[in-house]
C-alpha cells in the first residue's frame, strides 16, 4: 500500500474510531516488557526536611494525609512510583490525628521513624514501631494518631504503599469519609496478633476474605526469623535471607494486589543478578549497601527507598548486614499466570 493510500485510509476510518493494529502491532505486543518506569533511589535524609516543613505548613486533619508522594521520574505527573504501585512517606506529629476514612484501594504501613503513633483499623489501634508492618485491607475504616509531646510523642513518619494505579485502571476508585474524627476502639490492643499471629487460629475461624485477618507484623518477630534462618544456612546466592509476608489462614498474599517482604542481607554479601516481570519498591529498615538496577548503581542508607522497574536486572550487595523491606505486583502477575523470573550464575 502506497503512503498516500495508507495515508488516506487511515484518515477515512479514523473517522469511524478505527485504527489499523498493523501499525501498532510491534508495540502493543512487544518481545520483552518495555521499560516505562525507571530506576530511581529517595535519599531519606534529603526528603526529612521537606516532610518536616510540610508539618509546618499544615495539620494532619487539614491534609487528611500529609504525605510527600514519590513520583517515578519517568512518569511524572502519575503520583505512582510504578505503573501500578504508589509510595509515599506519611509524618503524623504529637498530638495530631489523621481522620478516619476508608477507600477500596488497599494500603501497607511501614515504619520508618519514631514510635509514639499509632495506627487504627476496623477498631483496633496498633502501636507503630520501627521496621513494622501494618495492612489496612479495602474499604476498611482507618485512623492514625499519635501521642501529645508532654506524653514522649515525637515526629513518626512511616511509608505508604497502595495500588491506586492499578484501581485507577480498573476504574475501581471509591472513598468513604466517618462521621467522627476517630473511629471507635472496640478490640485490645494486639487483637489480631493474639488471634491469628501465634500460629493459631480461632476455632471457628472461616475463610471469607483473601485478605490477612492479621492487621500488623511487628519487626522484632521478622528479624529474629531472619536470623535463625541465616544460623541455619537459607542464604540464597541473589536474595541473601528473603521471606514473604502471609495470610496466615491461607498461607497466600497479606493482601490480594500486593506482595510484601523481608530479606537479610549479611555483611559481605554480593548478591547474583536477577530479574522478574513484577516491578518493586524497597525501603531499606537497617544497615548501609549498594544496588545495581539496570547498569546504574546506588547507595543506600537506612529509610532510603529505591524502586526496580519490572524485567530490569537487579543485584544487591551489603556493606553491613542490612534488611529490606518490598512490594511488588506479583499477586497479580501469578494469579494470570504471567509471573517470569530468571536467575543470572
Given at each position: 500500500m502506497?503512503?498516500?493510500?495508507?495515508?488516506?485510509?487511515n484518515?477515512?476510518?479514523?473517522?469511524?474510531?478505527?485504527?489499523?493494529?498493523?501499525e501498532?502491532?510491534?508495540s502493543?505486543v512487544p518481545?520483552?516488557?518495555?521499560?516505562?518506569?525507571?530506576?530511581?533511589?529517595?535519599?531519606?535524609?534529603?526528603?526529612?526536611?521537606?516532610?518536616?516543613?510540610?508539618g509546618?505548613?499544615?495539620?494532619?486533619?487539614?491534609?487528611?494525609?500529609?504525605?510527600?508522594?514519590?513520583?517515578?521520574?519517568?512518569?511524572?505527573?502519575?503520583?505512582?512510583?510504578?505503573?501500578?504501585?504508589?509510595?509515599?512517606?506519611?509524618l503524623?506529629?504529637?498530638?495530631?490525628v489523621?481522620?478516619t476514612?476508608?477507600?477500596?484501594?488497599?494500603?501497607?504501613?511501614l515504619?520508618?521513624?519514631?514510635?509514639?503513633?499509632?495506627?487504627?483499623?476496623?477498631?483496633?489501634?496498633?502501636?507503630?514501631?520501627?521496621?513494622?508492618?501494618?495492612?489496612?485491607?479495602?474499604?476498611?475504616?482507618?485512623?492514625?494518631?499519635?501521642?501529645?509531646?508532654?506524653?514522649?510523642?515525637?515526629?513518626?513518619?512511616?511509608?505508604?504503599?497502595?495500588?491506586?494505579?492499578?484501581?485507577?485502571?480498573?476504574?475501581?476508585?471509591?472513598?468513604?469519609?466517618?462521621?467522627?474524627?476517630?473511629?471507635p476502639?472496640?478490640?485490645?490492643?494486639?487483637?489480631?496478633?493474639?488471634?491469628?499471629?501465634?500460629?493459631?487460629?480461632?476455632?471457628?475461624?472461616?475463610?471469607?476474605?483473601?485478605?490477612?485477618?492479621?492487621?500488623?507484623?511487628?519487626?522484632?518477630?521478622?528479624?529474629?526469623?531472619?536470623?535463625?534462618?541465616?544460623?541455619?544456612?537459607?542464604?540464597d546466592?541473589?536474595?541473601?535471607?528473603?521471606?514473604?509476608?502471609?495470610?496466615?489462614?491461607?498461607?497466600?498474599?497479606?493482601?490480594?494486589?500486593?506482595?510484601?517482604?523481608?530479606?537479610?542481607?549479611?555483611?559481605?554479601?554480593?548478591?547474583?543478578?536477577?530479574?522478574?516481570?513484577?516491578?518493586t519498591?524497597?525501603?531499606?529498615?537497617?544497615?548501609?549497601?549498594?544496588?545495581?538496577?539496570?547498569?546504574?548503581r546506588?547507595?543506600?542508607?537506612?529509610?532510603?527507598?529505591?524502586?526496580?522497574?519490572?524485567?530490569?536486572?537487579?543485584?544487591?550487595?551489603a556493606?553491613?548486614?542490612?534488611?529490606?523491606?518490598?512490594?511488588?505486583d506479583?499477586?497479580?502477575?501469578?494469579?494470570?499466570?504471567?509471573?517470569?523470573?530468571?536467575?543470572?550464575?
Amino acid at each position: 500500500m502506497a503512503m498516500s493510500q495508507a495515508s488516506e485510509f487511515n484518515a477515512r476510518i479514523g473517522a469511524d474510531h478505527l485504527v489499523p493494529l498493523w501499525e501498532q502491532l510491534h508495540s502493543l505486543v512487544p518481545e520483552v516488557p518495555p521499560r516505562v518506569c525507571a530506576p530511581a533511589l529517595w535519599r531519606y535524609e534529603a526528603l526529612r526536611p521537606h516532610l518536616m516543613e510540610a508539618g509546618r505548613l499544615i495539620t494532619a486533619e487539614q491534609a487528611v494525609r500529609r504525605v510527600l508522594v514519590m513520583e517515578n521520574p519517568a512518569i511524572p505527573g502519575r503520583a505512582s512510583i510504578t505503573q501500578t504501585l504508589y509510595a509515599g512517606l506519611q509524618l503524623i506529629l504529637p498530638g495530631e490525628v489523621a481522620p478516619t476514612h476508608r477507600h477500596t484501594q488497599s494500603a501497607l504501613r511501614l515504619v520508618l521513624e519514631g514510635q509514639s503513633a499509632f495506627t487504627a483499623v476496623d477498631g483496633e489501634r496498633i502501636p507503630m514501631q520501627p521496621g513494622d508492618f501494618i495492612i489496612t485491607p479495602s474499604w476498611t475504616w482507618h485512623d492514625h494518631g499519635n501521642a501529645l509531646q508532654a506524653e514522649g510523642g515525637e515526629p513518626v513518619v512511616w511509608l505508604d504503599g497502595l495500588d491506586i494505579p492499578l484501581l485507577g485502571f480498573l476504574g475501581a476508585q471509591f472513598s468513604g469519609n466517618y462521621h467522627a474524627k476517630e473511629q471507635p476502639v472496640t478490640k485490645v490492643v494486639g487483637s489480631s496478633l493474639a488471634r491469628y499471629g501465634a500460629g493459631l487460629l480461632p476455632v471457628r475461624h472461616r475463610v471469607n476474605s483473601p485478605v490477612s485477618p492479621l492487621a500488623h507484623y511487628p519487626y522484632a518477630r521478622t528479624r529474629e526469623a531472619l536470623d535463625t534462618m541465616l544460623r541455619d544456612g537459607g542464604l540464597d546466592d541473589w536474595d541473601g535471607v528473603k521471606m514473604r509476608y502471609v495470610n496466615p489462614a491461607t498461607g497466600g498474599p497479606a493482601m490480594p494486589s500486593m506482595a510484601t517482604f523481608m530479606q537479610l542481607l549479611p555483611k559481605g554479601f554480593r548478591g547474583k543478578t536477577y530479574r522478574s516481570t513484577d516491578a518493586t519498591v524497597y525501603s531499606v529498615v537497617e544497615g548501609r549497601g549498594q544496588v545495581s538496577i539496570d547498569g546504574q548503581r546506588f547507595d543506600f542508607s537506612p529509610r532510603d527507598t529505591f524502586v526496580v522497574p519490572s524485567w530490569a536486572p537487579v543485584s544487591l550487595c551489603a556493606g553491613e548486614d542490612c534488611t529490606l523491606f518490598s512490594f511488588s505486583d506479583r499477586p497479580l502477575h501469578e494469579a494470570l499466570g504471567l509471573l517470569r523470573e530468571q536467575r543470572q550464575d
